[in-house]
């Protein structure tokens, strides 16, 4: 990777990378990539692929309710509601 790439990638990212560090960038995502290309390079010819690495479920509760529908009594304590739902002022013209 050169300082063109590193410019580039940081436009495309949309990141800051100062020209004090456009080197040590460079010389990281050179390395990453060195590590990808090694691991691309091991032999895993006969090994089955695995969905998780612990093949472990997990157990999850009932999904049942456990509280009462309060929204109507809720919305009377707010400044605004209107047709169930909540009324906030506008933040972004």
Same mark, same amino acid.
């Given at each position: 990777?050169?300082?063109?790439?590193?410019?580039? @990638?940081?436009?495309?990212?949309?990141? #800051?990378?100062?020209?004090? %560090? &456009?080197? #040590? &960038?460079?010389?990281?995502? %050179?390395?990453?990539?060195? @590590? &990808?290309?090694? @691991?691309?390079?091991?032999?895993? #010819?006969?090994?089955? !692929?695995?969905?998780?690495? @612990?093949?472990? %479920?997990?157990?999850?509760?009932?999904?049942? &309710?456990?509280?009462?529908?309060?929204?109507?009594?809720?919305? %009377?304590?707010?400044?605004?509601? #209107?047709?169930?739902?909540?009324?906030? !002022?506008?933040?972004?013209?």
């Amino acid at each position: 990777m050169d300082r063109s790439d590193i410019a580039k @990638l940081a436009e495309l990212a949309r990141i #800051e990378v100062s020209e004090a %560090t &456009v080197d #040590e &960038v460079a010389k990281s995502i %050179t390395d990453v990539l060195a @590590l &990808v290309d090694q @691991l691309q390079a091991a032999d895993t #010819e006969g090994v089955a !692929p695995m969905a998780h690495p @612990l093949d472990a %479920t997990q157990r999850l509760r009932a999904d049942q &309710v456990s509280e009462d529908n309060r929204r109507e009594q809720f919305q %009377t304590q707010a400044p605004a509601a #209107e047709q169930g739902l909540y009324l906030v !002022p506008k933040v972004i013209d």
